[in-house]
């Protein structure tokens, strides 16, 4: 049955109180799609930003190495089988070998780690994939369980000599131990947020 | 972070790494990324629970992407949503309160005319005062004016009533005033004098006790449908006065008509 009070005061109040809380419910859903829209959007670019941050460091560091790689190529004379000796250009990479044009393990990098010098190692897969045009050639990550379990990857670079052919260099990036990949995988924002 | 072809090498769930990267999110990727070895395209909420941006290193191919849950970059807005709900609680509660205090406080001059006019009707005051608003302020001189001509017309009324007595007792004729079927409702002295009954026992009907005959009484009953004819009449009887003396009447009445009604 249809009610509405008689009294004034009772009426005005009561209608005048429905239409300031049906107002204010509008006015805060409103403001809240807004906020919301707004807060999505800020976080978005926020995360691009933090994205690109991340992606121009990772860029530098990964153009050091390759820079690092490629001058090893054109400084090391195959035929010679110099020994590789610590130095700050190694210290980028978890080790590095010299492979000759054959495909045997020249010299390598810690001496300890890796195949022997004299090591055939043209039956590793990178060795048929790589590509002795590219300036420095990357691998995917490949396994070989007779030198170590963590997979590798191959930043190869061709040593050239007088338009010939001499061999590689192949700096290697171990995907569980390079600091590179662990500084990125520990990377965290927020309480969940990561890359 | 993915190789060009999709591999996981960086991951902060060592148990990702070396996975392949959802085909459909690869495929995904490339269309954005386009055919530019050194694309930088980003972009965002590939899935609709996580906020996802994507960036392709240009000198390697490898993609590095950040994920944050969709709950989480929400939180702000939940904090948001209690604030402005316990916010707008205390100020729906405050501007209720103000709002009927305000109303009750502008109504004040409503109220106030309520009162005054039960005061009037009962007699107990003569005139509402009048409110300084405009609305109701017209709508009082206008009841005040008719309170005003009411008196007025009252006043004329009682000094016509008084002068209708005064003509009417000062008269050596008896006079009366019925209504429509019969019943006296006012008596001149002359008539008391008269008939020897007092106004009140004339009222009452007495003056039937007078009739003397039976002509008396059909000369009653001639006046009586007379009256209900609405029609003039003269009739004449005995009478037998209150202290028993016999008298001859004469009696002419007259209908009395207002607006058409008798």
Known sequence: MYFFPRRLVTRLALSLGIALILMLVLLVSLSLRVQEDSIQEQTQTMLIRMTESYASSLMVMLDTRLTAARSLAEHYDVEAHQPLYFSTAQNLFQSVWVISAQGDLVSSWPAEQGPEPGTDVSAYSFFSEVDKSASVWISEPHVYEEISSEPLIHLVASIWNEEEFKGFIVANLGVFSTPLFQRIAGVAFGNSGYF | ?262
Request: charged share 20%.
């Open chain 2, 1 to 262: 972070m993915t190789t060009e072809s999709g591999v996981i090498i960086a991951h902060p769930q060592r148990s990702e790494l070396l996975q392949i990267l959802d085909t459909n999110l690869q495929s995904e990727l490339l269309t954005h990324f386009g055919t530019e070895s050194d694309a930088q395209v980003v972009h965002s909420n590939f899935s609709g629970d996580a906020l996802q941006t994507y960036q392709r290193i240009p000198s390697t191919g490898w993609i590095i992407g950040a994920t944050l849950p969709l709950d989480e970059a929400m939180t702000p807005i939940q904090t948001l949503w209690r604030v402005q709900l316990i916010g707008g609680g205390i100020f729906t509660l405050i501007a209720l309160l103000a709002l009927i205090g305000i109303i009750h406080s502008q109504l004040r001059p409503i109220r106030r005319l309520q009162r005054e006019v039960s005061l009037v009707r009962q007699n107990h005051a003569l005139r509402l005062s009048e409110p300084r608003l405009a609305e109701l302020l017209q709508l009082v001189r206008n009841f005040n004016q008719l309170i005003d001509e009411n008196e007025h017309q009252r006043r004329a009324l009682k000094q016509r009533q008084a002068y209708f007595d005064m003509v009417l007792n000062t008269s050596s004729v008896g006079h009366f005033v019925a209504d429509s079927r019969g019943f006296i409702e006012y008596v001149n002295g002359a008539l008391e004098t008269i008939t020897g009954y007092s106004e009140e026992q004339i009222r009452q009907g007495q003056l039937a006790d007078g009739l003397e005959d039976s002509t008396g009484k059909q000369e009653r009953d001639r006046w009586v449908n007379a009256l209900e004819a609405h029609q003039e009449i003269e009739i004449e009887f005995k009478f037998r006065r209150a202290d028993k003396t016999l008298v001859w009447l004469h009696i002419a009445s007259k209908p009395v008509f207002d607006h058409g009604l008798c």
